[in-house]
């Protein structure tokens, strides 16, 4: 029987299994595709039991923008199929049509479809719907504020409950729509999302309180697993959890890596706003590379993510002495055309991209060039990206990865 949602937030009962989802557009079908054989090789081992879901195995689900996304339709108790479907009709619907230039102008495409497309997930539920299944934690940025918003279904988090004497509204009445959406406004593709804030005499939201918020990467969060790492030890965040590698462990899941090479001729001739769109990405590139490097300087991994041709992947190398949690990168990287272009023209050793090596077929140089878009919805796109995942997720997941060690109580009776 699935514990209950009291039991996997609790300190009390054991173990304790986080799932963390980056951000990444469309490509978040990349890591649905992961994720099949995560939930694939759980089921297994509870028995082949059709109903099973991640949210009966993690403690604690968190993602930022399409990672909110895919994590708030886990811990509400959806499969993994269910979201892939939900996928690959979403991409077509919301980025199909352009609304504006995503430059000067206005965001690239229309928030009210993103929300259109959630409102059947989500509807009226809020971070405290008893239909949350496990912990959920949403990152995103209030940008009036300057500060990066960490959103638990935690009853023992700060502001999870009113405060005395306050008429702000507590994380738990927040519409799990307006975060999620909030987490995924992605600046030049979405709009900003306004919530109010505070509440009247009549409990109804008081006009004139708003806050405005933007795509949680933009807080440095894209990878949200250091600050879920933060959410499970900092008392101030009710968690309360453990550490250590046989008491704590992460499955981290990116969207596909790719590094952002730009061009200094062709970056110096762009208008301003073209550059600092440039600029962002390149950030929030290299806040998802920092996370994974200092969560693998703090753990133990199967099989650890190469970093840089520097440090490398940090085998062996723990800077706390023991390991802090057993964590896990599960990602791909996204060759490029140029890559496969060297090959060819060097003519001593044709072999295709280890991208190409991974699904077993050609890749052309359109679809090199898309393969890291995040806004691009074509359905056939889609299929490759979930394909990519797929692969991936064979590379990684196995009957020794998630570490047997942190099997439920259950699997290990039967």
């Not at 405290?128 to 504020?145: E, N």
């Not at 806004?375 to 692969?391: A, S």
Request: proline content about 5%; some cysteine; hydrophobic content about 40%.
């Amino acid at each position: 029987m699935p514990q209950t949602l009291a039991e996997h937030l609790s300190p009390a009962t054991g173990p304790k299994r986080m799932l963390a989802l980056d951000g990444g557009g469309v490509k978040g079908t990349i890591t649905l595709g992961m994720l099949v054989h995560l939930e694939n090789e759980l089921r297994r081992r509870a028995g082949g039991n059709p109903d099973f879901r991640l949210s009966h195995y993690y403690d604690l689900i968190g993602g930022t923008s399409t990672g909110s996304i895919i994590a708030t339709g886990l811990a509400l108790g959806l499969s993994v199929s269910e979201l892939m479907d939900f996928y690959l009709d979403l991409g077509p619907r919301i980025f199909g049509r352009k609304a504006g230039d995503g430059t000067l102008f206005a965001s690239k495409f229309d928030s009210k479809g993103l929300r259109d497309a959630l409102r059947p997930v989500l509807g009226t539920k809020t971070l405290g719907t008893d239909q949350l299944k496990t912990g959920l934690a949403i990152f995103t940025k209030r940008i009036d504020t300057g500060s990066a918003w960490v959103l638990t279904n935690h009853p023992k988090a700060k502001y999870f409950d009113t405060l005395p004497d306050s008429n702000v509204f507590p994380n738990k009445r927040y519409r799990l729509i307006d975060i999620v959406q909030a987490s995924a406004a992605a600046p030049t593709f979405f709009d900003e999302v306004t919530i109010r804030m505070e509440y009247d005499d009549t409990n109804r939201a008081r006009a004139g309180s708003e806050g405005y918020f933007v795509d949680g990467a933009v807080g440095g969060h894209n990878n949200p697993s250091v600050q879920m790492l933060m959410l499970a030890l900092v008392p101030s965040y009710g968690f309360n959890w453990q550490r250590g590698a046989r008491n704590l462990m992460m499955t981290s899941c990116g969207t596909g890596y790719r590094r952002p090479r730009i061009d200094g001729r062709k970056f110096a001739t762009k208008v301003p706003a073209l550059r600092g769109a440039d600029a962002l990405r390149s950030m929030i590139h290299d806040t998802v590379k920092q996370n994974i490097a200092l969560m693998q300087a703090l753990s133990h991994s199967q099989i650890p993510w190469t970093i840089d041709s520097e440090i490398e992947t940090l085998d062996g190398v723990c800077i706390t002495g023991d390991p802090m949690l057993d964590f896990q990168r599960i990602d791909v990287i996204l060759d490029t055309w140029d890559a496969k272009d060297r090959r060819q023209k060097r003519k001593t050793d044709p072999l295709p991209t280890n991208l190409e090596k991974l699904i077993g077929k050609p890749l052309t140089r359109v679809q090199f060039d898309r393969i890291d878009a995040l806004d691009f919805g074509e359905r056939g796109h889609l299929e490759l990206l979930r394909e990519i995942g797929l692969k991936t997720g064979e590379r990684f997941i196995s009957a020794a990865y998630p570490d047997p060690a942190f099997d439920l109580p259950e699997w290990t009776a039967a």
